[in-house]
């Protein structure tokens, strides 16, 4: 029996095109999207933000050192708010399931300016009993510790933990330890994989 089920937010939560948004207002003095990429999401930078190895101040500086800018944390929170919007269907769908007493959970790599200033525009964090953030515990998806640390903040079995992402190597890597995972395609596929557990 699920007792509890698990949300990712980038491409599931929030919306696929949202991520684009923002590094297509992103400021920079460099036009190649390939780079563009690689700063705000792929570099090893990035990568150490996102396991809380690099402060806020760190690694925008280096973001902005990369794209000549200058810009604070308060214009890229707005940047942020202004490129992010949610999956209605997927936020209906938490809270209807929370109120039929099954826990919420997120599961995600990410970094502190993205949440902070999604929460502030969407108040998202309030409909998730458990909330484990890369930056948090220290380990990026799909290193199996997170998904450890999704186990035991949840407190429910492995086996009683529903769980979808949309990367393939995660979901891989939640099954490892027992989890009910599953890729994520569509909302309407995620919902009948949920149904049939």
Known sequence: MIKAITFDLDGVYFTQ???????????????????????????DEMMNFKKGLMTEDQYWEYV?????????????????????????NVVDYVKKVRS??????????????????????????SDFDVQVFSYKVGFNKPDPKI??????????????????????????SAKSLGINAITYTTFDNFVKSYYTQ
Do not use: W
């Open 147 to 172: 998904f450890q640390e999704l186990i035991d903040s949840s407190g429910v079995l492995p086996s009683e933990l529903f769980y979808a992402d949309d990367n393939q190597s995660c979901v891989d």
């Open 17 to 43: 095109d949202s991520f684009k948004k923002f590094k297509s207002i992103f400021p920079t003095n460099n036009s190649d999207p390939d780079f563009v990429e690689h700063i705000l999401k792929k570099s």
């Open 64 to 88: 902005n050192k990369s794209f000549g800018q200058n810009l604070s944390i308060d214009e890229i929170t707005n940047l942020l708010m202004d490129s992010y919007s949610v999956n209605q």
């Open 100 to 125: 039929e007493g099954i826990k919420t959970c997120i599961c995600t790599n990410n970094f502190p300016t993205r949440i902070n200033a999604l929460n502030k525009k969407f108040n998202f964090l």
